[in-house]
């Protein structure tokens, strides 16, 4: 065996002859013993003097581990490092027939519902020793039906899905994060919307808001028709009049605050009178407070303003906005737990897991004012 040109020493059997010059020699390798690169579990065994299912049992933390002299583990460990030795992923995977990684679908990698659902995610995955693949399918018809596909043939042992509309069954595992369409073998995890409504709706009527207009979520948003179906029931329960020209419709697939100005300023442009805005999410919020700015009015004095999903600039904007909070993290927490719950076989993952809002009062609400003199440009 040679590198670089140079002999490597062939193994002798030191340590096994039982005398103490070898007993001394096995203690420690031969210095001049120069394995290839990238070194392999048997190269490693020769600089060892050791078998490779004993290297394997000590790196893999294998049940047998405990009968293998701690001194003989440091030694197989200090190696390994030395020399950079990692185990073969796919040969591991193969044995034990699974590849530690999981799929997650998700509509965009940038927006701040996404990103703290998959920072919850991630969190449990790097606890239990997964790794995980992400595809972002831009709300594509066609990227939702092939990508699953695609993350399978790189063998994902399941599916988190976040926000995303599947329209049937997978062959794998999945749990989906505000998942409305049940399906078999999905687990959904989704918000408890008429909750969410009611905080909402009687936060502002007990504030005394009567004329409130209403922002309804695109299409394509998975919680769209519950939020809206919500607020709807709620209005009618406290009495509150859902006018038609004042409820406006998100349409754009962005993930700025641009979202919410044109449907502002179309709002600004019916000259029907509201003292309430009651926004689909945080972002489309942040762009209304900007748009009803552009046309001299204020936040709160002259409209107050309620947003959904508590993301990290809610609270930072100015003035800070109040706003629905789904615990973001703690539903990516749940969705990756569930679902290594559903990998491993358990039979108690339930169908369905509701989770309770929140509504965090800030500075975007407060009475309405009978006196302002709304300026338009």
């Known amino acids: 065996m040679t590198e670089g040109g140079k002999d490597l020493p062939k193994r002798t059997g030191v340590g096994r002859s039982g005398s103490k010059e070898a007993e001394e020699a096995a203690e420690e390798p031969k210095s001049e013993f120069l394995p ?3 070194i392999s579990l048997r190269t490693l065994g020769d600089y060892l003097d050791l078998s490779p299912a004993t ?9 047998g581990v ?17 020399f950079e030795y990692r185990p073969s992923f796919f040969a591991r995977s193969l044995r034990r027939r699974q590849s530690f990684t999981v799929g997650v679908l998700v509509p965009e990698l940038h927006d701040g519902y996404s990103v703290l659902v998959m920072t919850g995610i991630e969190e449990v995955l790097i606890e239990e020793g997964y790794f995980y693949l992400t595809a972002s399918h831009r709300r594509k018809a066609d990227l939702i039906e092939e990508y699953p596909g695609l993350l399978m043939d790189r063998s994902v042992e399941g599916f988190v899905a976040i926000d995303t509309a599947l329209q049937h069954s997978l062959p794998l595992p999945v749990v989906a994060v505000a998942g409305h369409k049940p399906l078999p073998g999905v ?15 009687r936060h502002l009527y007990q504030l005394g808001h009567r004329q409130i207009a209403f922002m309804r979520g695109q299409p394509f948003s998975s919680d769209s028709d519950e939020r809206w179906k919500g607020l709807v029931g709620m209005a009618k329960e406290l009495g509150l009049d859902v006018a038609p020209e004042l409820v406006v419709q998100l349409e754009e697939n962005i993930s700025s605050p641009e979202l919410g100005l044109p449907v502002a300023a179309k709002l600004l442009a019916q000259k029907r009178p509201f003292t309430a805005l009651v926004s689909y999410n945080d ?25 959904f999903d508590d993301i990290q600039w809610a609270a930072y904007h100015t003035p800070s906005l109040t706003t629905i909070r789904q615990p973001l993290n703690s539903m990516g927490n749940t969705a990756a737990r569930l679902l290594l719950q559903r990998i ?4 108690d993952v339930p169908d369905e ?22 300026k338009r440009k």
Do not use: C, W, Y
């Not at 405990?66 to 030395?82: C, G, L, W, Y």
């Not at 995890?189 to 008429?194: A, E, M």
């Open 36 to 38: 290839p690169r990238p």
């Open 55 to 63: 290297i394997s049992l000590v790196l893999n933390n294998a049940p």
């Open 66 to 82: 405990r009968s293998i002299p701690q001194e003989t583990r440091d030694r197989v460990i200090a190696a390994a490092k030395k």
């Open 187 to 201: 687990t959904r995890i989704v918000l408890d919307h008429r909750r969410a409504a009611e905080l909402t709706l």
């Open 283 to 307: 972002l489309a919020a942040i762009g209304a407070m900007r748009a009803f700015k552009d046309h001299g009015l204020r936040v709160p004095e002259d409209v107050s303003v309620v947003g």
């Open 344 to 347: 491993r076989g358990s039979r």
């Open 353 to 374: 897991v509701p989770i309770v809002p929140e509504l965090v009062v800030r500075e975007s609400t407060m009475p309405p004012n009978p006196r302002r003199n709304r």
